[in-house]
């Protein structure tokens, strides 16, 4: 898979004022290299059809910022949607200078026709931002549409893992593997609970040590707990851990209830909260929906996240309640 580009596309034409575009256009070159240096950009304004279709023919993009630097008409946005279905950013430059006379840009006139294609083309959705380049609402949305198609690409060598099957009436999170590779590109695998719970009891309490120590280090508490079920919460971090290890996981989903309690003896909260730690979305339930908006909001935020229940909603305070058994991540 190439690596993850994003591409400037700053159209216009030529009978408006070229000294103000181009003024707009280095600024945005320079706002854009600094949010993602591995932004391609043109080296001149892109002020004709041809020079357009020249700057796109080699192009793989992940990302588009098109940009009206001057009015543009339709054409222009339909030669860039015939070629590509990579999300778009539709930035429209504020008018540098209101006096009466001459329009310098008239790029928001441009943006009309721009979004007005984009629909037309089965109703692509696209981001919008206003403004000129060093405006902070313009670089909170550039870098929201960069950070948002940069995890849409990573989606696509995601492999996630179904451990058991939702307990009745929890359907919503039940997934096939042909939806989620339609849908999202995701590889998805499954695996029964019990060849897991088999794996864990095979191992010796000397194998699962080095999962214990980590469990006690991150929790408080773990020493009250019985210690057989300590031992054995090692062996299950160990099986989740090495299948993940060996089978590329990036995000699980695991049936808890009632087989880890009836078959094992030892339910897989905590494994999951440790998981969570380790940089693999674990969301219980085996909801597999639920493990991969985590794995989402893992790739953007660059922490783990907390999958839980709202479970209180307290009108007074504004404020929601959630909750769950303990696959929460640890606090540092």
Request: net charge negative; with cysteine.
């Amino acid at each position: 898979m190439h690596p993850f580009t994003p591409v400037y596309i700053p159209v216009g034409v030529p009978t408006f004022h070229l000294e103000s575009a181009r003024d707009q256009f280095e600024r945005s070159i320079r706002v854009l290299k600094s949010i993602d240096a591995g932004f391609v950009c043109p080296e001149e304004m892109l002020l004709s059809l041809d020079k357009l279709r020249a700057y796109l023919d080699p192009l793989q993009p992940d990302l588009i910022v098109f940009q009206n630097l001057t009015f543009a008409n339709a054409a222009y946005m339909s030669e860039v949607l015939r070629r590509f279905t990579c999300p778009v950013l539709l930035w429209t430059l504020r008018e540098p200078v209101i006096d009466g006379g001459r329009l310098r840009l008239n790029s928001l006139t441009g943006a009309y026709s721009a979004a007005n294609t984009l629909r037309a083309f089965g109703g692509r959705a696209f981001a919008y931002t206003f403004g000129a380049p060093e405006e902070d609402e313009v670089g909170s949305a550039l870098r929201a549409s960069v950070a948002a198609a940069r995890v849409k690409k990573e989606m696509r060598s995601l492999k996630m893992a179904a451990i058991g099957h939702t307990p009745q009436g929890f359907g919503f999170g039940r997934a096939l593997d042909g939806e989620l590779m339609q849908a999202f590109g995701v590889e998805l695998e499954a695996i029964e609970a019990r060849e897991l719970i088999d794996r864990a009891k095979g191992y010796t309490d000397e194998e699962c040590a080095a999962y214990l120590e980590k469990t006690a280090c991150a929790t408080c508490g773990l020493e009250k707990t019985p210690e057989r079920n300590r031992l054995d919460h090692a062996r299950l971090y160990k099986a989740y851990s090495d299948y993940a290890q060996a089978n590329g996981i990036g995000a699980l989903a695991s049936r808890c209830w009632p087989d880890f309690f009836t078959a094992f003896g030892t339910p897989v909260c905590t494994v999951l909260s440790l998981l969570n730690d380790d940089g693999v979305a674990a969301a219980c339930e085996a909801d597999i929906y639920g493990a991969l908006s985590m794995w989402v909001g893992m790739r953007l935020s660059g922490e783990p996240v907390f999958f839980g229940d709202p479970v209180s909603l307290d009108e007074g305070e504004n404020s929601l309640t959630f909750w769950h058994c303990g696959a929460a991540a640890c606090p540092p």
